[in-house]
DNA sequence: ATTAAGATTGCAACCGGTTGCAAAATCTGT
DNA sequence: ACAGATTTTGCAACCGGTTGCAATCTTAAT
């Protein structure tokens, strides 16, 4: 079927491993073997079998992409900027889609059994847990868009949601809200939590504003507009702080269908910048997650354990930014 | 480092072969000794390297998914069918993302030096010469989201876009329009290019509706938003087909700024029925795309090429339907 | 020309599995 | 209990590469 090494071999009239090294960075070939070898390679189409190679190298090249997000409009450019950055240094993604029906267990045995050099769990909704039964494998791995804890025991890479949460509530502060709410992801996700944590903390030091939580079945449209006509069903407040832009889209297209206006009547903030917060159909005043930033680091980080195992599970958290557009009036 | 089938056969008292036929499917192996195996195996951890197993059995149940799509929403829909699909069946994508910059010759030389059993080239813009490169160096590939032709090389699946290009036409006509226009994706792809002659042909039986067409310089919000706007400082059409929604979309919100109604001042149909047609806030009346039948579809070709390298290449085309949302005026 | 140092080469063993084959073990029927 | 059929088992070679080591070849210096 295809050309192997033997052949090439035999063909520049040299030994196997002649062939391997003229293939291999940095190993010492004379340029006129390499010459021989080489032609021969092309005139075969010769290309080596990088699985037998990782057989005794101990290195496959291959990174696992483990994440449930498949759903969220930002996981494209997550999934964009992953391949791309993975490419760049050589190594190739092995997508793993967990979905709500998959034995995480399985998809960790599936990864050891391909070798991967490292994982990368590329989820804001999966338990720390999860990322540490690849550590305890012995698989170095980085959790993505994870949470904050103090003593980590993976790299965590992410932003600080609590920081998030609290910067929410100063952005509807400063613009004089007396009812603001937050309108969260699901209840069980961390990071929901950890906004709605920063976000009450910010307010209770204001006790003349009122404040109220509610959470959305999921980081989605549908989730996020079914919650919105709950609370327009009460007495909604003035202005929300959305547990995720897709959400917050679902959320103001209940608001608009029930007659009242964006940013005068209800003023609402999303969190992520995904790419249709900026359509202008949509313009939605958001919390900036930097994606690009996040994920640079996590390949580093797990670039970085694959040469060094032993190297200490560090946090990474990165900034966000408030991105001003038209669904939270201008500041006074 | 990790378990290997050597240190199984030692602990379990047996020969490596009987380690090997204890988890090869099928294999010929008595009860006692695969109990004894298995018990070896669970203490040891042990889970076997399907990297190695490859080299033998000249599977590695490894799909290269290849894709320049990575900033359609449509494709998030793509990715998780694609990678749940080849998960349901025990193959693992091979993700590659092709941007502008990277060289195609060398994801077919990548995916060749992992050894993938077959490629999936996941694109309505790439030319079928791509997709032939697999198949010319003995690799089963599928285009999926191709282009038809009456004599592939390679197996096509998609839709009939020459049709959807009618199908719109016909909405439109239907609606007693008298001046409409196709708003193209870029002009290079085949897609639209198939879209647009499909649009004309069915026009070309009504010489009372005045036609035209434009194209936008990308699949995109923003592309579709520009080309819009310079169409609005024109006389624009009564009706557009938009060559894609997200483009579709970006033209909505240059006609809404403008402060024109849809459908009553200008009616837009689009074609995907991504998610986001189908927010309430945007309501987008568009042609549905199977994605998922596809999809499927592009799977069973591919595992089936895989079974019988000498199957020859089909073309399996799924019909689009209309969905009546908002931004076309009903039929009278 | 001689020699020591350095570069290049091939041998052979190994990476972690699979598999054809023949020997050994088990089962069947009588 | 025995012959014949069937199943199970281990041996050894192989999949496509890499690599330590010792042998050979170059090169530079004397």
New interface residues.
């Given amino acids: 079927?295809?050309v192997t090494l033997k052949e090439v071999a035999v063909r520049a009239g040299v030994s196997r491993s002649a062939v391997s090294r003229t293939f291999t960075e940095g190993a010492s070939v004379s340029a006129k073997t390499r010459a021989k070898v080489e032609k021969a390679a092309v005139e075969l189409?010769y290309?080596?079998?990088?699985?037998?190679s990782?057989?005794t190298t101990?290195r496959?090249k291959?990174i696992g992409?483990v994440s449930n997000n498949?759903?969220?409009?930002l996981?494209?450019e997550v999934?964009?900027l992953f391949?791309?950055g993975l490419?760049e240094r050589g190594l190739?993604?092995?997508?793993?889609?967990l979905?709500a029906e998959?034995d995480p267990a399985n998809s960790v045995?599936?990864l050891?059994?391909?070798?991967v050099d490292g994982v990368i769990v590329a989820s804001s909704t999966l338990p720390p847990s999860f990322a540490e039964a690849f550590r305890d494998?012995?698989i170095p791995v980085v959790h993505s868009f994870g949470r904050y804890t103090s003593s980590p025991h993976v790299h965590v890479v992410g932003i600080d949601n609590i920081a998030c949460g609290r910067m929410a509530a100063g952005a509807l502060i400063a613009r004089g809200h007396k009812r603001v709410a937050f309108l969260g992801g699901p209840k069980g996700a961390t990071s929901t939590e950890d906004r709605a944590k920063g976000f009450l903390d910010a307010l209770s030091a204001h006790p003349d504003i009122a404040v109220s939580i509610s959470y959305a079945a999921a980081y989605s449209?549908d989730a996020g507009?079914a919650e919105m006509i709950r609370l327009l069903e009460g007495t909604p407040a003035e202005a929300y702080f959305g547990g995720d832009d897709v959400l917050s889209?679902?959320a103001?297209?209940?608001i608009?269908?029930a007659g009242l206006r964006v940013p005068e009547d209800i003023g609402f903030i999303g969190l992520n910048d995904m790419?249709?917060a900026r359509?202008?159909?949509?313009n939605l005043t958001t919390i900036r997650q930097p994606v690009a930033e996040i994920i640079a680091s996590s390949i580093d980080l797990v670039v970085g354990t694959i040469a060094d195992p032993d190297r200490h599970p560090e946090t990474r958290l990165f900034p966000c930014s408030i991105v001003e557009r038209g669904t939270l009036r201008p500041l006074p």
Same sequence: chains 1, 2.
């Fill in positions: 079927m295809s189409g290309s080596p079998n990088a699985l037998a990782s057989l101990g496959t291959l992409l498949f759903h969220n409009p996981f494209l999934f964009d391949t791309r490419q190739r993604p092995l997508l793993v889609n979905s998959t045995r599936m050891r059994q391909y070798s494998v012995g449209f507009r889209i679902g103001l297209s209940a608009q269908d790419a249709m359509w202008q159909n949509i």
